[in-house]
């Protein structure tokens, strides 16, 4: 169970001008900028619950994770995982928490997989029992039974991302937070990866938030999702509700002559837009249909809900 | 204290393994410290041509003193510097993460989890010129004197350790902490001085804030013509009190950790 209440991150920067002279001027007087990374967010999450939290670039989502993995210290706020309080820095904490950041690697570079995973074994305490059977039934899921004597370096990005997985998930976590784990790879090690998230959370049922920015992962994984934009949440539910809420709209893809442009139309409106559109272009091809979440989730980022 | 015997372990498994990859570099490294412990032990030699004394020192106790710092710094390359090397350069990037989220102490596992394998000969090099400084030493000496000063150079590497972290930790505020870093191997040089050399205030901070004589000078005088019970005590709670402040200001230095990413 995750409880956030109110949750507030601030981070001090200095604004420094370019340049050298920029630079020394910055000695003497410095400008001081408050970013909110986080503003005063609410959220609940039950246990075998997965959600989708998509935002933006810098929208808050790492912040936001890295806080509940107790990286980070909040600003202000309270939150509460399994109980714990992710800050204090309770060992018993982090033994059932895990936390994969697809942009960051975790295992030795030039050692095997298998070596990483015999340290993480004694990190987490995992006794003999659980760590084979755990080893045995992840090795096999993901599918990289050989490479696991083979230096991590000279493994390819997809078959590393599952090594990754396979670190994070040997002491058996309660609680996951995966951060963008199907980044910079090709589409079937992204499938692949995708179908083990989702095998391992009907198995295991642990809470998992999951970013990422393509749709395609929270698509097949997220029936929840939350949406982030400039620190706060615009969007908290399920998925299914996304396009009946937008459902109002329709969108329309021309093509003219010299080129083909797309429009999103209130539906109300689309009788009158559709006849304009007749009369000032030379229409070769036009076709209604509705918005996707695609395109729905789009555009609540950039613009937020906004009711039609 | 098992678990973290047993971790370590690990690490040296993995030290070795990755050495024995990177020939080269293992031979070159073992020649550039070869030849400062050269350069080392002939300055002391050179000098004693002129004069029979320097600090209060005959050449047979200033062998003791010299082996003694070089066995700090030795223990110090195979064990932390590379380690300590690294550690601004990750609180900048936001590396710490992975470390962070661990069921262990964070400062430990980034403290030692590369141990060096290449200085590692280079210990044993350094142990080798200390036994024979001992066994070179002509006045009478007691056995339990011996063992109390490996005991103090243990904690002179420890301090030595401290001291680095002072200058490291800034990290977490500041954008870079070369210049700390800088400072420390300019002043580091006292660490190869006899305490004696150092009057008035500089006395002071070498021995209380940035303890560089407590960490072999003050042992080799323990060994050579004892301390008193005050200055022992007085090297004991410095390592002690810097331990704690370590502590307490890498504690405050997570809580300003920003983690820099995408």
Redesign the interface.
Known sequence: MIKINSLTKN?TTYIKEPGLKGSFKSLFIRRKKVKEALKSVSLEISQGEIVGLIGA?GAGK?TLI?IL?????PSSGEVSVMGFNPWE?N??Y??C???I?G??A?V?W??PAL?TF??LK????IDEKLYKENLEFLSETLMVKDQLKTQVRKLSLGERMKIELMASLLHRPKVIFLD?PTIGLDISAQKAVREFIKSYQSEFKPITILTSHYMEDIKELCPRIVIMKEGGFVYDGPLSNIQKMMGDEKCLTVTTKDSTFKLTIPRLELAAKTSEIFQNHDVIDLNIHDPSIENIIESIMKYGLHST | MKRYLKLYLHFLRFSFSKAMEFRLDFTFRIVMDIIYYFVNLALFKILFLHTDLIAGWTLEQMMIFVASYLLVDAINMTFFSTNLWWLPYYINKGDLDYYLIRPVSALFFLSVREFSANSFLNLIIAVFIFVYSIINYTQPWEVEKLFGLILLLINGAFIYYLIQMLMIIPAFWTQSTRGFIDLFYTLGLAMERPDRIFKGWIRIIFTTILPFSLIASFPARYFIEGLEELSLLHLLSVSLVLWILILSLWKKGLRNYSSASS
Not at chain 1, 69 to 73: C, E, K, N, S, T
Not at chain 1, 122 to 125: G, N, S, T
């Open positions: 981070y670039n790492t890295k993995a107790g990286i980070v210290f820095r060992n018993q982090r033994r928490m895990s936390l950041m942009q960051k975790q030795w030039d050692l070596d015999l340290l004694e990190i987490y305490e963008e």
